[in-house]
């Protein structure tokens, strides 16, 4: 019984997934662009008030995380601190 209701979820979210993926590949370059833009501001404003932040730290804490792990650069930690 789970593995049914694992495999009807698998094949819904890969349905969705085909489904988005065909919808943004019909948008023109612009377009693409003009998404993905939005999705991040989108993002960024979400973080900040899921966190009470204003912009500049929450782009700052996101910019942080998004280094973690990678090899220490000069550039970069005097960038984002």
Excluded at 9 to 30: G, I, P, T, W, Y
Aim: aromatic share 2%.
């Amino acid at each position: 019984m789970d593995r049914l209701i694992l495999s009807i979820m698998k094949s819904v979210a890969d349905d969705l997934r085909a489904e988005l993926r065909d919808e943004v590949n019909q948008l023109s370059f612009d377009e693409r662009i003009a998404l993905a833009l939005r999705l991040g501001e989108e993002g960024i404003e979400r973080f900040r008030l899921a966190n009470g932040l204003d912009r500049e730290t929450a782009i700052r804490i996101l910019e942080r995380r998004r280094q973690a792990g990678r090899t220490p650069s000069k550039c970069m930690s005097e960038l984002i601190g």
